[in-house]
């Protein structure tokens, strides 16, 4: 089995497909984000929003996993701020 840790992995044609939806593509169950649009969004990152105020990603380039529970139902597509606010942080907090 062939296993790969970032987006560089993919080939020319699925990048291809999944930039044609957004800037995340789909697969296993999760998002993967494939341009950076926002200071948290970095390709090659991939993981889940849920509606009821769940956000779980793993970012294989920074080492990172974060989640985070609260019980505020999604209203909307946009993410929330507390969500932008939580990963803005974790990005922030990284040490180089």
Known sequence: MHRTSNIGGLSTARLKRMRDVDNRGW?????????RDHL???????GW??????S?????????????????????PQMPPVMADFWTLAYQAIDD
Do not use: K
Request: aromatic content about 14%; overall charge negative.
């Open 27 to 35: 697969g296993f169950g999760v998002s993967v984000f494939v341009r």
């Open 40 to 46: 948290c969004n970095i390709p090659g990152r991939y």
């Open 49 to 54: 929003e849920g509606g009821f105020g769940t």
């Open 56 to 76: 779980w990603y793993s970012d294989p380039s920074e080492n990172l996993t974060g989640i985070l529970l609260t019980q505020h139902l999604m209203d909307s």
